[in-house]
């Protein structure tokens, strides 16, 4: 087999029986799809050559979870120079923020995000006080448009993005389009601020203006491959630090949860899902993307413990990767938003509701695209298990 085909990655698993950290080198054959993983501490094969189709080239970097056979693996390293130099050196994270303008079309935008290879690692729907638009923005404050630039920022929710693809900084720029929509449709028609952009101020999105490619210091560090601007407009949306920046937007009050399940987002469904919900007339109020850990997913599935035969395999799915909550309201939520999801079985759906969400977007029965709530009296917990306790 030739150099080519093997990458190499220093992954972390928390053990939740042990209360340990464990520490693996994980290896991806791309030829054939295959994972092997060896227990660095205690020097042996933890995991033979075995064929794993459902992890992807894409999702292999330093900084990402990724799902091997329901252990949820980050990777903090790469292995070897060869994975370094071929994975580490492009790759890039920056920050996309989508504006008050284009919310609505949130759906299109990440569509067009993930169309274009990059990866969205968070997402989070926040409400911009005035204090944080203008900390944000505040290179600009002697600027004369800056009062409407606030004005306008904190009009409304607003989605920002963590995104990862190679030299994201400067291709998430060209995606974006010049600032001013109107000069972006004639020079740059298919970007998205020509797209969904209106004027010079409500121009759709955001991108970090950095140039990442002068500054490219470490070959394992992808994070030091950005300027600081970059690094502090990620941190100023999701602190490192673990501290809780801008508040998530969920009311909390005539709500449903829906969640777009791990698989249909390493699918890059998300987009399109979104796009449904918004066309269809209900208002998504709070977007969080989680990597839930598989005690909360146990927890939150609780009520389908020993009622559904799939409960373990539900849970399984949960959290094998991020999935994405949304907080739905509508004058009759929980119940207008179940019947268009439609027959947990896609296979049902197909036949009996060919219109329904998981008619079109599920598989079967665990992966069915979205979970929503049931029982309309567990609506609102549903959503407070994400947008209260997961996001605390
Ligand atoms: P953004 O890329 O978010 O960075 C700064 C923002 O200021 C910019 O998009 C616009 O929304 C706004 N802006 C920049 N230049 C002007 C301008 N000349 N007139 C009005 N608004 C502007």
Request: overall charge neutral; proline content about 4%.
């Amino acid at each position: 087999m030739s150099e080519e085909d093997r990458y190499v990655f220093i992954a972390e698993w928390y053990d939740p029986n042990a209360a340990l950290q464990r520490r693996y080198q994980l290896i991806y054959y791309t030829k054939d799809q295959s994972v092997e993983m060896y227990d660095v501490k205690n020097h042996r094969i933890f995991l033979r050559r075995t064929k794993y189709e459902e992890l992807r080239k894409e999702d292999l970097f330093v900084g990402n979870k990724i799902n091997v056979f329901s252990r949820l693996l980050h990777l903090i390293d790469y292995g070897d120079q060869y994975t370094a130099r071929k994975v580490g050196s492009k790759k890039e994270k920056t920050l996309a923020m989508i504006k008050p303008d284009a919310v609505m079309k949130m759906g299109s935008i990440i569509e067009s995000i993930l169309d274009s290879g990059f990866l969205i690692t968070k997402a989070k729907m926040v409400l911009l006080s005035r204090a944080e638009a203008m900390d944000f923005y505040r290179e600009h404050h002697s600027k004369s448009f800056f009062n409407d630039l606030i004005h306008f920022m904190t009009s409304g929710p607003i989605v920002a993005l963590e995104v990862v693809g190679d030299d994201a900084v400067a291709s998430w720029r060209k995606l974006l389009g010049p600032t001013n929509a109107g000069i972006a449709r004639s020079e740059s028609p298919e970007s998205i601020r020509a797209r969904f952009g209106t004027d010079g101020t409500k121009n759709a999105a955001h991108g970090s203006d950095s140039i990442a490619s002068a500054a490219r210091l470490d070959l394992n560090g992808m994070f030091d491959t950005s300027s600081r601007t970059n690094k502090l407009e990620l941190e100023f949306f999701f602190p490192s630090s673990g501290g809780p920046g801008p508040k998530n937007t969920a009311k909390l009050t005539d709500c449903t949860c829906c969640i777009i399940k791990p698989h249909a987002v390493s699918e890059g469904l998300t987009g399109k899902i979104l796009n449904d919900i918004l066309s269809t007339g209900f208002e998504i109020s709070a977007m969080q993307m989680f990597t839930m850990e598989k005690a909360n997913a146990e927890e939150f599935y609780e009520i389908y413990k020993g009622v559904v035969a799939e409960y373990n395999e539900m849970v399984a799915e949960l959290c094998c990767g991020p999935c994405v909550a949304l907080e739905i309201r509508d004058a009759d939520a929980p119940k207008r938003f179940r019947e268009y999801c439609g027959p947990s079985d896609p296979e049902i759906a197909r036949h009996l509701r060919p219109r329904t969400l998981r008619a079109r977007f599920g598989k079967n029965k665990i992966k069915n695209a979205v979970h929503c709530t049931d029982l309309p009296e567990d609506s609102v917990l549903e959503v407070q298990y994400f947008f209260k306790i997961l996001d605390s």
